[in-house]
């Protein structure tokens, strides 16, 4: 392979970044474990379609976020003390990998490519996945593309949380079963704020270059310390949200879903000494990425319990 293919190779891996799919996994298996759990409803083919589709959202939300951060001059202030795994983008153009324009013509491809799985599932499976999808693929544009840009103007996060709980779960399950119903709708809820937390705490590394550019997220606006405070508020309604779920169902398998508890106060206690220290901070991002995943599988477990055998 060419040396400069080899490089948008990597560099068009590096941007897609697969191991954050987990983002749109949690809620797309949620959405496809209540569909056989109580409508017995499954399907492979609309599952694995409606699969690549989001994930080509991702790919797409992550280009254009990489050309607008790097042209804001946001990545462009991250220094090598600021950088983690968790944080500063996808750094795919400042490392070289791409260039701007390059990027720009993967969020083209994948979004199209996108929408054309979307209208395919629309027209031959679902037509009201139409305004899901829509929604979904709308805010995964504007989320960073001018005059609105979303994740500048403190929107970010609750574009997310809305993006990766209600719409993706929802989605998956209407497509699936093809109806709406609560219950999918409770259990997007404490998907939506968990994801919301993990953006949280990855803004802690970024603030002093969102701050010097403008970048005007929650942290931001808050300061370090105050967003401490809502990040553990976030853990605590996502807990208080899955207490609803038990009650709504009237079956406290669903309570399983707070044994992740402790790891949450841990990274909680964490953020809030030591969120002026990178390298002891990301303990706490990590954590609750694993607390996400973690609260995906545990309530998939219960909606089986609840759905299938109780």
């Given at each position: 392979?060419?040396?400069s ?11 897609a ?25 499954f399907d ?12 080509l ?22 220094d090598?003390?600021?950088r ?35 209208l ?12 899901v ?17 979303l ?13 990766f ?5 929802n ?15 409770l ?38 310390p ?56 990301i ?12 609260t ?15």
């Open positions: 392979m060419d040396v293919l080899k490089k948008v190779h990597r560099g068009f891996w590096q941007l970044d697969p191991k954050i799919w987990i983002a749109s996994t949690v809620p797309m298996v949620l959405g496809l474990v209540l569909s056989v759990a109580y409508y017995r409803a492979f083919f609309w599952f694995l379609v409606s699969l690549v589709g989001v994930y959202i991702e790919i797409g939300k992550n280009a254009v976020n990489e050309c607008v951060d790097y042209l804001s001059g946001v990545d462009l202030s991250v090598s003390t600021h983690t795994d968790f944080s500063g983008g996808k750094k795919a153009i400042v490392d070289g990998l791409l260039t701007v324009k390059q990027s720009a013509a993967i969020a083209v491809v994948t979004l199209g490519a996108a929408a054309l799985i979307g395919y599932v629309v027209y031959f499976r679902e037509t009201r996945v139409l305004f999808g829509l929604a979904g693929f709308l805010i995964s544009i504007i989320y960073s593309i001018p005059p609105i840009k994740c500048y103007r403190g929107l970010g996060e609750l574009a997310i949380g809305i993006t709980g209600p719409l993706v779960l989605g998956m399950f209407l497509a699936l079963a093809q109806r709406f119903e609560l219950l999918p709708l259990v997007s809820i404490p998907v939506g704020i968990l994801i919301t937390n993990v953006i949280w705490i990855n803004q802690f590394p970024d603030y002093e270059a969102d701050k010097a550019c403008n970048k005007k997220n929650w942290v931001v606006r808050l300061g370090k105050r967003a401490c405070r809502i990040y553990a508020l976030l853990f605590l309604l996502n807990y208080l949200a899955i207490a609803a779920i038990a009650v709504y169902t009237v079956n406290p398998v669903w309570l399983i879903g707070l044994l992740t508890i402790p790891k949450a106060v841990a990274a909680s206690k964490n953020c809030a000494v030591n969120y002026d220290n990178i390298s002891k901070l303990g706490s991002n990590a954590a609750t990425i694993q607390i996400y995943i973690l995906g599988i545990l309530l998939s477990v219960a909606a089986l319990l609840d759905g299938l055998l109780i």
